[in-house]
């Protein structure tokens, strides 16, 4: 869990040895994390948090259960040229752990029901979008599908091949570019008679307009449908 010092909001020495240990199984020679949801997930906070920690005006940012490191040591210590390397890597890591994955219940503990036949939203295609550039290494631009933005939230799909075949995933990332680098992308895709489905988590690396609608801890389902992507929402975490 990321702790926090009462007076200068300090991330805890534990948090910087987990990241270390985790950055070593994404990225080190005996790299084992994309079979691993729950340690990609708490990687992906950790290294939010060692990017809000170096970014001007970062220690504006409110606390919470999440919250970020305001200090000027970066967790981890990594260069800062280095972060979009990792940032990028990590997009792919969570493809190739989801796909892995297809057919389990859930990512995880959260329950997002989609027996209702209505879903919470329904988000349909834009014609014409361009690739956004945090996904243009990505992605193939002649599959790339953006749909309507939800919360804040850029919705899009495209192919991916996976062990020869083509998955179809579907991506989240923040809809403001001036931010969308520093969060990264959650991908989700799922191999051929399937419906990709990706599971957005809510906390402080979320944008604003989705937690002014919904309260951290609850996620949000999306669901690749045809030409429509249907959003499912989890009920609120015990108070």
Not at 145 to 174: K, N, V, W
Request: hydrophobic letters at 40%; aromatic letters at 6%; glycine letters at 6%.
């Amino acid at each position: 869990m990321v702790t926090r010092d009462a007076d200068d909001g300090a991330v805890d020495s534990s948090d910087d040895a987990e990241l270390r240990v985790l950055r070593q199984r994404a990225y080190g020679p005996d790299a084992d994390i994309a079979r691993d949801l729950m340690a990609l997930q708490r990687l992906r906070h950790l290294e939010s948090n060692a990017k809000i920690a170096s970014t001007p005006g970062a220690s504006q940012i409110s606390s919470g259960p999440n919250a970020k490191d305001t200090s000027e040591e970066t967790v981890g210590a990594e260069p800062a040229d280095a972060r979009p390397a990792v940032s990028a890597r990590m997009r792919w890591l969570w493809v190739a752990s989801i796909v892995a994955a297809i057919g389990s219940a859930s990512l995880v503990t959260v329950v997002v029901s989609t027996s209702s036949p209505t879903p919470y939203a329904q988000l349909h295609l834009i014609a014409g979008a361009d690739v956004p550039e945090d996904l243009r290494a990505s992605v193939d631009s002649e599959d790339y599908r953006r749909y309507d933005d939800f919360a804040g939230l850029l919705i899009s799909s495209s192919t991916a091949p996976y062990l020869g075949q083509e998955t179809m995933c579907i991506y989240a990332m923040h809809a403001d570019p001036a931010v969308a680098g520093r969060y990264g992308t959650i991908a989700a895709c799922a191999l051929p008679g399937l419906e990709p489905t990706m599971d957005y988590y809510i906390d402080e690396a979320a944008p604003g307009l989705l937690r002014e609608k919904f309260t951290d801890g609850m996620a949000v389902r999306f669901v690749l449908k045809g030409d429509t992507v249907a959003v499912y929402v989890s009920s609120p975490p015990p108070a």
